[in-house]
């Protein structure tokens, strides 16, 4: 408890016990404040998290893995639509549409003019960062509500013109696309899948957590607190509104194309204006503004349909005819856990876990 | 030209429902400033209510509608209770959020209790069209018309003289302000809830006299999104004007522009136009503009 002064800090950090953790918030210095893994313990648990991770297909089933895949896929996507909503404030439910434009540019690069996915996949990205920002012109003017209309708007004109534009996208029927391979090998597996999302997911992730600390992060949140103030301060909101857009529509169309080869098709109603409300809830869920917690959402609402698929099934021995039932008790439960949510931990999972690891801190002696 | 006026008016008595289920959106954007995405199942909830008593328990139109209201006043409430109440102090975007939850929910509990199939309304009104020189109009589509007309003078009049709805109005204009002259923020919230349930369930009747009643029906609580904004999100006067030039669009655009691109192009129609106004005039046409402070 000694470390007061600044020269011993240093020496204490040094010499710190792993097993014990610091029970004040230290910093002297603004970069020391900023410092993405503060403490060797940070190091050593972000190391051990990515090895976890890394591992899993040891000793997880198949079935396991897949479901893993998909919710790393959701996660990138969150954690753009994050971006926007969360850092950003500016409410989007257009996310599936632009799932949508990723995925159909990744099947039309690959499957029409037979390029690399290596090379269409962050075209798809930058094809919906560019589709992104030309919506995200009229944030300019407002906000709120009326974007959100706006971004409606994009939902349905996007949905339209794919599912019209026979000659590109094959219309209502859809394409058909492949897995990608490196070399001779093709990423056919659930497990090799897996590792090409996680590793995405783990770019993903260090570039957000990157993004907050700096100064377009930094004006991101200016421009969610209050833009006209924003503005005085001489931010250029038409910039940062536009660049919000743009960079979580990348992200969202990178989960896109990441989602197409991964399930192999891709067709207009896979991108409804229920897959929007369904990335929305995952950020609600998991937390606004929090990398951790898209996290967190996007496997809660990816894994939600398979626990409900296996609680209907314990219910189905009394009641069989639950299972006509299933996708009408999925949105039910679904709703009912938006607003749970929004009623009794508006800050999501990633409050919740904040909360569990502040009592586990100092436990067992929490006085 | 006969082809024009039929397109016309078929868009002008679509647009009157258009404005009808508008107008539940515009009560409770002017009393909390929030958006209800779940509007649409208000809409199909109390047709269903309606055709369950009518045809399984034989009650006659008018009784059945009347239990109908009723119903969808206390649905209306419950809702405002349980789930706005609590967000009274949210962001508005968690209200927004959770009027999506709740019509997530409610469309999966109607889905559950009813089924997908789509239901036809017993005959309610003479089926037999009126000729009008040439256009023929159903009697649904005129009384329709009618309904709108009369509901929309109703609430003028509520909103310019009655003591409830210039509370409303104080209310919409500073919530702060209306406590501090002792309204009762409540009380307004509560009421606000219930009138746009019941405007929601008649429109709904209407239409499922119209078009038969199934779950997707709820999707015209997104159509009409385009309808308050083109009108101005806090007037009810634009709700009902949106309502008829939205209509007219899509009639016409369905009528002529269709053929030429294979179809679907009706649901896009509005949007297309909301993005318009949305550019050009961000409050619409009769919406009052906000000054905003820092």
């Not at chain 1, 999925?330 to 502040?358: C, Q, R, S, T, Y």
């Not at chain 2, 404005?19 to 779940?38: D, E």
């Not at chain 2, 109390?46 to 399984?56: E, K, S, V, W």
């Not at chain 2, 040439?134 to 649904?140: L, W």
Request: charged share 10%; with cysteine.
């Amino acid at each position: 408890m000694g470390c007061l002064v600044v020269e011993q800090l240093k020496g204490c950090d040094k010499v710190r016990n792993l097993f014990v953790r610091e029970t004040g918030n230290y910093k002297t210095s603004y970069s020391n404040d900023m410092k993405m893994f503060g403490t060797t313990g940070a190091k050593i648990k972000a190391l051990l998290i990515v090895i976890v991770v890394l591992s899993l297909p040891l000793y997880v089933t198949n079935y396991w893995i897949g479901l893993l895949t998909l919710c790393a896929i959701s996660a990138v996507g969150a954690i753009g639509l994050n971006i926007l909503t969360g850092l950003t404030g500016q409410i989007s439910i257009g996310v599936g549409a632009f799932l949508g434009v990723g995925g159909y540019t990744s099947a039309i690069l690959t499957s029409t003019y037979g390029l690399s996915f290596w090379i269409s996949l962050p075209i798809a990205g930058i094809v919906t960062a560019l589709i992104g920002g030309l919506f995200g012109i009229p944030a300019l003017r407002l906000k709120g509500l009326y974007l959100a209309i706006a971004t409606l708007a994009a939902q349905v004109i996007i949905l339209f013109v794919i599912s019209r534009w026979d000659s590109l996208t094959g219309g209502t029927a859809g394409m058909v696309l492949s897995r990608p391979t490196i070399g001779e090998y093709t990423l056919s597996s659930n497990t090799g899948y897996y590792y090409l999302c996680t590793i995405i997911l783990l770019l993903t992730v260090m570039y957000a957590t990157n993004l907050i600390r700096t100064r377009t992060g930094r004006a991101f949140l200016a421009v969610r607190d209050r833009d006209i103030a924003a503005q005085i301060m001489g931010i250029n909101l038409f910039k940062y509104k536009v660049m919000a857009f743009a960079i979580s529509s990348f992200f969202v169309g990178i989960a896109g194309a990441l989602l197409a080869h991964y399930t192999m098709i891709v067709s207009p109603e896979l991108y409804s204006f229920h897959v929007s409300i369904e990335y929305l809830a995952m950020i609600l869920i998991g937390g606004l503004g929090s990398v951790f917690g898209s996290i967190l959402g996007a496997a809660f609402i990816t894994l939600l349909p398979v626990s409900l698929g296996s609680l209907i099934d314990v219910m189905a021995g009394f009641m069989p005819e639950l299972y006509q039932l299933f996708s009408a008790f999925k949105d039910f439960v679904f709703g009912a856990v938006i607003i749970l949510f929004l009623i009794f931990e508006p800050g999501g999972l990633a409050h919740i876990w904040l909360n569990i690891k502040k009592y586990f801190k100092l436990w067992p002696f929490s006085y | 030209m006969i082809f024009f006026l039929q397109m016309l008016v078929t868009g002008i008595v679509v647009g009157s429902i258009y404005g009808l289920v508008a107008l539940g959106f515009v009560l409770i954007y002017r009393a909390s400033g929030a958006l209800n995405l779940a509007n649409g199942e208000f809409v199909i909830i109390g047709p269903y209510i309606c055709l369950i008593l009518m045809t399984a328990y034989k009650i006659p139109f008018i009784f059945a509608l009347f239990i109908t209201l009723i119903f969808s006043a206390v649905l209306g409430l419950t809702v405002e209770r349980l789930v706005i109440r609590p967000l009274q102090n949210a962001p508005v975007v968690s209200v927004i959020m959770a009027t999506i939850g709740l019509s997530s929910l409610l469309g999966g509990a109607v889905h559950m209790i009813w089924g997908h199939q789509t239901r036809t309304f017993p005959q309610v009104f003479p089926p037999t069209p009126i000729n009008f020189s040439g256009i023929i109009i159903t009697p649904v589509y005129l009384w329709s018309f009618v309904v709108v007309i009369v509901i929309l003078i109703l609430f003028s009049i509520f909103f310019k003289f009655s003591k409830m709805g210039i509370a409303m109005r104080a209310v919409a204009d500073d919530r702060h302000a209306a406590l501090s002259m002792g309204i009762s923020v409540k009380y307004v919230y509560a009421a606000t809830w219930t009138i746009a349930s019941v405007v929601a369930a008649v429109g709904g009747v209407l239409l499922g006299n119209i078009n038969g009643l199934s779950p997707t029906m709820a999707a015209i609580g997104l159509t009409v999104l385009p309808v308050v904004i083109l009108g101005g999100l806090d007037s009810v006067l634009g709700a009902i004007v949106g309502g008829f030039i939205i209509g007219i669009l899509q009639n016409l655009a369905g009528g002529y522009l269709d053929p030429l691109i294979g179809g679907g192009l009706k649901d896009v129609v509005p949007f297309i136009v909301v993005l318009l106004i949305l550019m050009l005039k961000p409050y619409g046409l009769f919406g009052s503009r906000t000054i905003e402070r820092v």
